[in-house]
């Protein structure tokens, strides 16, 4: 499968929104493999309510870029037999919360169909699911679901944070011979960045964090939506006399513990931020998975900046509910740095 | 033992009688959409329901425009218009009792204000202040649906338990054409007519779902012939008459009130708007299209029959306009004032009691908030 | 601008025709269950795949009693048996050609062997060695599906994807009475219906989900009757009458094969044993009804055929019954032979290649199991 | 509401299984209050294939105890309306992975209505789901799924794992008019303890863990399945010359952190045991808000013996995959006991 194949530039595409380079992803790994379709509700004429699949349908046809009755199980369902006859099909999950009803498909099957044939079935399926809260969306439009696909073995989990990324992983999702989630951090759709989509960069290998910022004192470590917040208070931190390490964590499943417990015991204090409630949250994973390799450098236990423990707020009270500055500056405080006098 | 081991003493026989639950025949829709208005049916029609459902038309429309107005001026965070839809909501509010339930869509807050909402509670969700706006017990609609279908068990379950309890309460649920795909309207409609459950099913058939159009979201000859296949009758009607819609609806509430059981009515109509405000028609659909069905208006079609058998007049449009207009004033008035919000709801209503995380949870928020009117008192003395 | 406003210019018009988006009529099923055996239908049957379908009909009943019996020995985890239902078993397999795939449940293990699978590679879920115990590439069968109707999506998506390669393979898919009620029924009918799929839907309706009757299951007409409402066409057929069950899904498939679209086929029959070996079947339903179905067995009915017919004489049914005494035979043999089992294989396919997480976990448990064995030898020497 | 209503004694009820304190527990609540109703697959006739509805059908009729279609969302969706008319439901979901068909309705409903409603429509739901491994079921009978439920804010999360509580926390379950995510470990159904049914004990207020083997050493964290292996590793650490306290959560929400930090703090050491998988399992969080908590009473990290990651092996394989004595003990030698001496 090469990533070459001949495609005409997007129009106006630098600086570029991580929604454009989800589209373009799409579109290179469409034109680069006959065997990836995309399908979901309103991807075809439409091109998707957050407009991700914009001119596939034009550019492929409607078997390659399919609007499918409004039924998520189906979606995901149909998605299993294309996939058990050899396709590699990329399905939207329009919404965070309308993911659910396909949530037996995926923790049934999706998740163990290679495992149970001893590796003769794999479900090469990649389902986007735009996710997280900020844009001012009414209820079940603004869910953070990471923690449920986290807590499913089979599955691979991304997400990511800068337009760059956006273009990198999902191109490594589609090509990837394991489902995966693809969480796309809505509020981040439209963040530009400079991007050169005449050039993207390689494929990214999956499972990699990176560090974001390197710093000295402590290490964020934030991943989607979160780490524009994380970039801005290790920025305000400077003030305050921190210099703080953000990691992107970019993969949730597999988990880069090399890259994370490097920064972890460089800085002795970590900080896990995320927009997910707390309570049965990712940082309850990583920070103690930190912890246990990291104990001896730790100054101060490792701690969590994360959603309240309550169902997403209605878009007038989010942003008191979603981890700002101010909250993960607060955390960093309580990192016990008297210790150090 | 096998059978072949016991071949010699073994007699084959027909197989147990079969014989079908129950007759398919009087399950099945008719061939097109049931219509009042212009024909021969309207003669039945009682004139003070016409100049009833009228005036909510009326109403119904002018609340839809202020809607949509409200929502470009920023003081609602998304709006679905049901403009168009206008007769299914108002005949759905106006074929229940004050006992029975509605269970509306996002799409339906129309029909809550019928029953005699508040407007503005009923676009509490919308707005962004809360979720739902208004006491469910109280009035006897449940919240507005967001994730699609996911009402109708809940419509069936209530049915089913007022009838345990022996209260002749009706459930009404509304859904659209594309929410028919979902596997919870096939689970609610089955557990339904199992239980026999005083329900009726209404589906609003406007075309689309968002950009999807029904020909690719059924293969079905009509929506009401999925009725057959759970044993309740399947109704069909013209949506955009109002007076048609009315007398299918109360003939299905009659029915599951006296223990008849669940009915599905499909009703046939187009959305005008797009999907919500957010949303771009012209990208999936013509403007003649549109236009086709702008002229099958259901405010127009009543407008027309009242107005030719000499039940409405100036004074009678008029009335109905100033009422609707005295609506629309009001929507304004209220909506353009910000809500009145406390960020401890936030913790409030999670569970029936606090649990100690959430308690130091509104501890910490209480503490970031004084903090913040701290430094706002010193920035700004 | 409200249609109040534009009133003066405004012409009601009738609504924009309807017209079913199919016809329903031919897709309806006939009242009663469809037979060939004992009717007029016999004669146009093909005597070669009478006695086919016999003998497939005898080596199953065969595996079902040996399989059970097995079971009671401890060398399955679990068997849900298909007795009195082989005639619907072996017709699926008998109607696919080789590049078409079957899409079981649990219960079908049989119409994987009719199919030619090795039973003790049919049998793997069931024995606990493992979950799928064959390739299902290779044979075309998908791995048996514990959660219920899950796999029909499955079969309905691989149905399509192979159209759209321009393959002319069909997928049949087995439900029971049952799992019609589970919302994944409902959602992959009507995509294949939308789709036009070349899929087969076999409903098993054997009377009872576990303890549950038809009657607390649905209120329909028949299952089959669910078929218009998704607009494809609906057969019921009498599932104990090999000769008809093979006719009526030949047909669906040959349908399916040039471009037809989906057929929802009901198969009337009776779970003669109880759900499994762990279920106790004398709490929900009587012997005389057990007794009443036994009298209809779709073996005693073909034989019966056969023999009147003088196609099927002595020597006809030993060798049938020799060539299922074979496979019961050799499944004794290989199943009362412990599997050989390597722990090291629950990390093995769990991803493409092991993750860190999963290499740490894989020499945590090598490093226990060498700890065992050196404890295991210590005490032994 | 009483619990006092007259009700016939349990035939044979001392030694109690837990499957039949279950059964008391629902006779007994049914008895207690006319709202209470029963429903889902098999639970009506049969008794639930577990036996643990056994002769509710026929005592109190088939509108308290209904046997349902064969459909999960449909199950949970209709009792979220009937709890709306006024009703205390309690459903069966009849295995675990059978439970994931009503994950939506769980999660953007069972959790969610009184929040939305401001409380006005509370809905007093107890879903009951047969959890957890070593019975040898077959594929999808043995899932651990409490990592979802715990994940998701406006559900409470009780597991029983003694007979006495089996009843007394199924009472206060069914009782509290929050829902409640009720998970009965499969493999203690036929676990006895003299118990006597005549005079149950008070129903447990929800929320609370309880010391279930005081010890000095370290201190075991589990709940169901994983108590009884902790209880007899605590034995066998006598040899080893570790006196191990075990606590049983029971409640995984709301979650005690004053009984389990007390022990914490107390011993300086602990695991956290568990049958789900370790990553985004729900021995994350406790660690992790252990940690937060007794940092500097910790003499080592936290650590966690959980399933592996991986989907749940066939009964064949599956004492490889569950925790047991040997695997905890392990653990408990890793806690650094070096820094001691
Ligand atoms: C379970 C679920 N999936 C997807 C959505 C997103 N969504 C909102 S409205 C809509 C289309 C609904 O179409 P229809 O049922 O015809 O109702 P209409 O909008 O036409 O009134 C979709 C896909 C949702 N709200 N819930
Ligand atoms: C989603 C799901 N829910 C529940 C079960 C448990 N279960 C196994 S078999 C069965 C009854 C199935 O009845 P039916 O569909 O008629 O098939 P049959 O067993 O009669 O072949 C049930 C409830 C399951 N396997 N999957
Ligand atoms: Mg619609
Ligand atoms: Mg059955």
Redesign the pocket.
Known sequence: MTATAAVEPLAAAKPATMAQALTRALRDAMAADPAVHVLG??VGTLGGVFRVTDGLAAEFGPDRCTDTP?A?AGILGTAVGMAMYGLRPVVEM??DA?AY?AFEQLVSHVSRMRNRTRGALPLPITVRIPYGGGIGGVEHHSDSSEAYYMATPGLHVLTPATVADAYGLLRAAIASDDPVVFLEPKRLYWAKDSWNPEDPPAVEPVGRAVVRRAGTSATLLTYGPSLPVCLEAAEAAREEGWDLEVVDLRSLVPFDDDTVCASVRRTGRAVVVHESSGYGGPGGEIAARVTERCFHHLEAPVLRVAGFDIPYPPPMLERHHLPGVDRVLDAVARLQWEADN | MTVMEQRGAYRPAPPPAWRPRTDPAPLLPDAAPYRVLGTEAVAGADPLLLLRLYRQLVRGRRYNTQATALTKQGRLAVY?SSTGQEACQVAAALALEERDWLFP?Y?DTLAAVARGLDPVEALTLLRGDWHTGYDPREHRIAPLS???TTQLPHAVGLAHAARLQGDDVVALAL?????TS?GDFHEALNFAAVWQAPVVFLV?N?G???SVPLARQTAAPSLAHKAVGYGMPGRLVDQNDAAAVHEVLAAAVRHARVGGGPTLVEAVTY?IDA?TNADDATRYRTAAEVEAWRAHDPIALLEGELTARGLLDEDGVRAAREDAEALAADLRTRLNQDPVLDPMDLFAHVYAGPTPQLREQRALLRAELEAEDADGEGTSS
């Open positions: 509700e309103d409004l998520e329009q919404f309308f009803p | 679905p869509s799409r967001t994730p699609l859904v659209g054409d594309g929410g979902e609003q406007n689309f779902a968002i959305r999907h």
